[in-house]
């Protein structure tokens, strides 16, 4: 049974009512990692891996919400004082509920069935899909009439407030806006997009999971945010009109080398050409120059393991291996890093078999399971 029609079975024992059922999906990102908060460039995608929620209005004045993955746990709350669950879970619902009262939006008590296939701690924001879910089927509910943007603002908010990652808008942007066969190049300052049609030429859009989340990854991400923000502190001495490392050019980065701590120079040398590759890896798409983006690819992950930081053994092995396979024309870590996914740009007709002895080297090397992902680009949130 699909994992919508087996929400909105579930609902009707559990409830005695037909619900209404969104769907909200996982990200990828092309290229441009790390540049959303630094008011950069990012090329995410929606994918075809989603979270379902069923839900309609309580008439008992109580929420109960249940996690149909994680053995139907049940999560019960009044609404009245919102405070965050120790369960992890139920906390996106709540973030969300709470930042749309914040917004002056009345939010009654409402039940929930949650499922979905979006693999969780693969890098794939299956939190921002569950918030943008949850979001979009309330509005839809209460008549709140939340457009989209709205809808990515309101769950990175719950992010940050609620939740307390303080990540950035790529993850919940992309989920909302994703069109089938699209890639949205966001402009993270001005908020403006454009959608990049990818045609993929025979190649495939292909997921390693390390399978490991290395503890650090929340701390070293606040870390790298707030090196970055020293940087734009520093410059700002100098340079009056940086109010972001968007503001920045490399010449202008080298010109201040001297006065800046090393550490905080080389992370913002990475962003500084990050965002100069993913514009180049945009002008690459128009021209169907797979090959070119594939390389842009693995340029993004150097930074990202030698400059950034933030990558880890089993990200870097797993993109070194495709090295040597002529079949893959692009690889690099995806996300946030320490652990997660590499994203790979592979053909079609080769995924099976690299991914076989992908899967036995990975095993020998870290003596862990590789999973392997195809993933198409889809729409983003809707309800079904
Ligand atoms: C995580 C965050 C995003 C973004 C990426 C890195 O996925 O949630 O906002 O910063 O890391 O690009």
């Not at 209404?20 to 996982?26: D, K």
């Not at 995608?45 to 919400?65: F, H, I, L, N, Q």
Request: charged content about 25%.
């Amino acid at each position: 049974m699909s994992i919508p029609s087996h929400i909105q079975q579930l609902f009707k024992e559990r409830f005695g009512r037909q619900p209404l059922v969104v769907r909200s999906p996982g990200r990828i990102n092309l290229i441009g990692e790390h540049t959303d908060y630094n008011q950069g460039f990012v090329l995410p995608a929606a994918t075809d891996k989603a979270v379902y929620v069923a839900m309609a209005p309580s008439e008992d004045g109580r929420c109960r919400w249940i996690a149909a993955d994680f053995d139907n746990d049940e999560f019960t709350t009044d609404l009245t004082e919102l405070r965050q669950s120790g369960r992890h879970w139920p906390d996106y619902l709540l973030g969300m509920v709470d930042q749309l009262r914040k917004r002056g939006h009345r939010i009654a008590p409402f039940n929930a069935v949650v499922s979905g296939d979006v693999p969780s701690g693969g890098g794939m924001s299956s939190s921002a899909a569950l918030e943008c879910a949850t979001g979009w089927g309330l509005s839809e509910l209460f008549g709140l009439g939340l457009d989209r943007l709205t809808l990515a603002k309101t769950a990175q908010q719950a992010e940050n407030e609620f939740v307390g990652l303080r990540c950035g808008i790529m993850d919940m942007f992309a989920s909302a806006h994703g069109r089938k066969g699209h890639a949205i190049r966001l402009d993270c300052r001005s908020l403006e997009y454009e959608y990049f049609p990818i045609d993929l030429q025979g190649y495939e859009l292909v997921l390693f999971d390390t399978g490991v989340k290395h503890s650090l990854a929340s701390s070293e991400y606040n870390t790298r945010r707030q090196e970055c923000e020293t940087g734009v502190a520093m410059l700002r001495q100098w340079e009056p009109n940086v109010q972001s490392l968007r503001d920045v050019t490399e010449e202008m980065l080298l010109r201040h080398q001297r006065q800046l701590d090393p550490m905080v120079f080389v992370r913002c040398l990475y962003v500084v050409q990050e965002n100069a590759r993913l514009l180049a890896a945009c002008d690459d798409l128009q021209r169907n120059d797979l090959e070119s983006f594939g390389q842009r690819m693995y340029g993004s992950h150097s930074g990202l393991r030698d400059m950034y930081e933030v990558s880890c053994a089993e990200l870097d092995y797993l993109v070194s291996f495709t090295l040597t396979e002529k079949a893959v024309i692009g690889a690099r870590m995806m996300g946030g890093g320490f652990g997660g996914c590499t994203i790979n740009l592979i053909e079609s007709a080769a995924v099976d078999d690299i991914s076989e002895r992908l899967d036995k080297a990975y095993k020998i090397a870290m003596g862990l399971d590789l999973k392997t992902y195809r993933v198409r680009i889809e729409n983003g949130t809707e309800i079904l």
